[in-house]
């Protein structure tokens, strides 16, 4: 049967690929379908502002009529240009266990980001480090959060196949609620405060409480976050796109930030209950009752996903993080969580990971990024 790769140009097109992964997943246990208004504003050219600086292309894979797969492909430039790199990303790949059709969809991608100049695929990676990224290499049985892959292991499997190789790996840590706060962790915290007189936290109990500090959180980001693998910083347009796209499903009980005397943001935790099962009962749909399902899984959820953090250079290495830990412990402890999923940690940030096993942590989760060098393969 015939085996052929068509553009994305159309919005008929785009519904097939948004959508396709509801149908290759449907018994997928973990599995959780996005938010598909998210979805459409997100892959939409004049709604998200990171396509202004990227190239990009959207592949669909057919056998006869029978949509089977899909890919995005994506060259950052300003990333490229900063990094000095000439490396194309791909991400949002979903097929059956067909070695065949995720060959052909990989090498579309390879032969566009060649004819572009680029000399290594990396993935999977999209914009920014704040999308989705890395596949499932450990921890297939365990549920799926928001902004993460959930992949069958034989996406990897044909990947490695493809010789592919690890480019990065990212761990995910499963941490207790404590009962109590440990006396050192909260010692710490106390000798900080005194140390520090003239830094205030920062707690919301409205989201419109929360909107005046957008900017000023995802500023923070910007300049903390240079060291972190495809990590791009905001436009205060995409900032607002970000906000937009996150603020419906944050509860601000969960969300920390410490500022100094003249009132600028220093640090920052945002956690949110885990909404998953209610995403998935809404099939991921606010509308017009999804909304429901969703609000109602978040106060349920015993887990807290954490979701983002930074504290500014200059303030590093002075005890905040315990400022921010003690107060998230407190807030998840009153909210009934009994554990907290520590989204994705670089494997060499040793610093963060040992605060994770501090706390008794232990990795649950391991997502990979992989690379390889732009060519087209001979069949297997």
Known sequence: MALFIKTVNSRKDMKRFIHLPAKIHKDHENWIPPLYGDEWGFFNEKKNKSFSHCDTILLLAYR??????????????????????KNARFNFLEAWDDREVIEALINAVDEWARDRGMEKLVGPLAFSDKDPQGYLVEGFDEPMVI?????????????????FEKELDLVVYHVPVP???????LKIAERTRNNNKDLSLVEFNT????RKYIRPILSLVNDTFTEIYGFTPFTPEEMDDFANRYIFVLDP???KAIENKNKEIIAFIVGMPDISRGI???CGYLFPIGFIPILLSGRRSRQLNLMLGAIRPDYQNK????????????????????????????????????????MGGRVYKRYRIFKRALHLNEKH
């Open 253 to 255: 009980r969960f969300i």
């Open 179 to 185: 009962e109590k706060t440990p006396d050192l962790y």
């Open 319 to 358: 005890g905040l993080d315990t400022i921010l830990g003690t107060s998230m412990l407190e807030s998840a402890r009153k909210a009934g969580k009994t554990h907290m999923d520590s989204h994705l940690e670089m494997e060499s940030n040793t610093k963060v990971r040992a605060e994770m096993e501090y």
């Open 64 to 85: 006869d009529r029978e949509l089977v797969g899909r890919i995005m492909g994506i060259i950052h430039h300003d990333y490229n240009r900063k990094k000095n790199e």
């Open 280 to 282: 998935k009962k809404s």
């Open 147 to 163: 902004a993460s892959h959930c992949n069958f292991k034989y996406i990897t499997d044909h990947l490695q196949a493809l010789n």
């Open 207 to 210: 989201r419109r409480q929360l």
